[in-house]
């Protein structure tokens, strides 16, 4: 995992929550393989422009999650824990689906417009 610049980030949300979320974002989408090895505290901090100890929290938090885990000499590393993953991805999936659904009946689609929506918006992304 890198990120070549500093990261702009959310002011109306706590640091270390939003690294958290990256982390995760990059785990639950195969950016981070189960069992890989993470950078160090220092070389994360510094790749998105943080104090290490904001990414020591973070870092700290995925672990009490049981997404990443310590070995004592040798680092953190993603969990392999494959059901883990795929738990939280779902559930990532469903938000994001559940708040794209919210949007829409703000806008006035009915549930039907919704799934009718549904088919064009693939086509025009092909």
Do not use: C, W
Request: glycine residues 4%; hydrophobic residues 40%.
């Amino acid at each position: 995992m890198t990120n070549t610049a500093a990261t702009q980030f959310n002011e109306s949300m706590p640091i270390y929550l939003q690294l958290m979320e990256k982390i995760k974002h990059d785990i639950i989408s195969g950016v981070l393989l189960p069992g890989a090895k993470i950078d160090s505290v220092r070389d994360l901090a510094s790749s998105f422009g943080v104090n290490p100890n904001t990414m020591q929290k973070a870092l700290s938090e995925l672990e009490r999650e049981e997404l990443l885990h310590a070995e004592r000499t040798a680092g953190r590393f993603v969990t392999t824990n494959k059901l883990l993953i795929e738990s939280i991805r779902y559930k990532e999936a469903r938000s994001i689906t559940e708040g794209f659904i919210k949007q829409m009946r703000s806008l006035g689609y009915s549930e039907e417009e919704i799934i009718e929506f549904l088919p064009y918006t693939f086509k025009v992304e092909e």
